[in-house]
Each structure stands twice: as structure tokens, then as C-alpha cells.
């Protein structure tokens, strides 16, 4: 089991800028990939970025275009979603899950930190 943390989350204007950290411990050996999902209130939960542990390739939702990016530290067992140009729609719960792929935590799959709040004023 992978035990998960975020941090990072809070309230911010429009235009401006977050950093979210994510903080694994535990078997963090069988976590092949690190991501960050979001939900917003009455919404489906919704990808936002992965992170392959092993090669650091990186994949993005579509609403992402460009504004965030997500990187890791290996020695500190530590993912970063920098993001930027933060929208009033970004408004959501951040949770970094940590599993075998992105279908894995597509579908709930893997393990969870309890996830942090963004919000983003107009």
C-alpha cells in the first residue's frame, strides 16, 4: 500500500498560479504511475495529469492545454502539478492517487491521499 498527501491547495484569483505536491510513502516501489484527478461540486471526477515514476513521461487532460505542468523528485518521493493561468473552472478537490497506470486510477483504482482543496475566484 501507497500512502498518499497533498499539499499546496488553496484560494486564488484568476490568472494566478498554484503548486500541488503529492507525497508518497510506503510500498511507493509498486506505484508505476502518480496522478492527480479533480471533482468538482455536482461534477464527475476528472484526469488532470500523470506522471510515469520510472521514465517521467507525462500526460495531461485536455482542459490542461499547456497551463500545468507535473513533475516528480525521486529522491524525495514527491510529485509537483505547477499550475498556471488558474481559471474560476479550475475550482475543485485535487486528489493524487498512485497505481499501476492512468485506467487503473481512472477507475478508482490504486491508492488515494484524502485530496486538497482549489479554489479560484473571478
Known amino acids: 500500500q501507497v500512502q498518499l498527501v497533498e499539499s499546496g491547495g488553496g484560494l486564488v484569483q484568476a490568472g494566478g498560479s498554484l503548486r500541488l505536491s503529492c507525497a508518497a510513502s510506503?510500498?511507493?516501489?509498486?506505484?508505476?504511475?502518480m496522478g492527480w484527478f479533480r471533482q468538482a461540486p455536482g461534477k464527475e471526477r476528472e484526469f488532470v495529469a500523470a506522471i510515469m515514476w520510472r521514465d517521467g513521461r507525462t500526460y495531461y487532460g485536455d482542459f490542461v492545454k499547456g497551463r500545468f505542468i507535473l513533475s516528480r523528485d525521486n529522491a524525495k518521493n514527491t510529485a509537483y502539478l505547477q499550475m498556471n493561468s488558474l481559471e474560476p473552472e479550475d475550482t475543485a478537490v485535487y486528489y493524487c492517487?498512485?497505481?499501476?497506470?492512468?485506467?487503473?486510477?481512472?477507475?478508482?483504482?490504486?491508492?488515494w491521499g484524502p485530496g486538497t482543496q482549489v479554489t479560484v475566484s473571478s
Open positions: 492517487g498512485a497505481g499501476d497506470g492512468i485506467a487503473t486510477m481512472s477507475i478508482g483504482g490504486g491508492s
Open positions: 510506503g510500498r511507493t516501489f509498486s506505484a508505476y504511475a
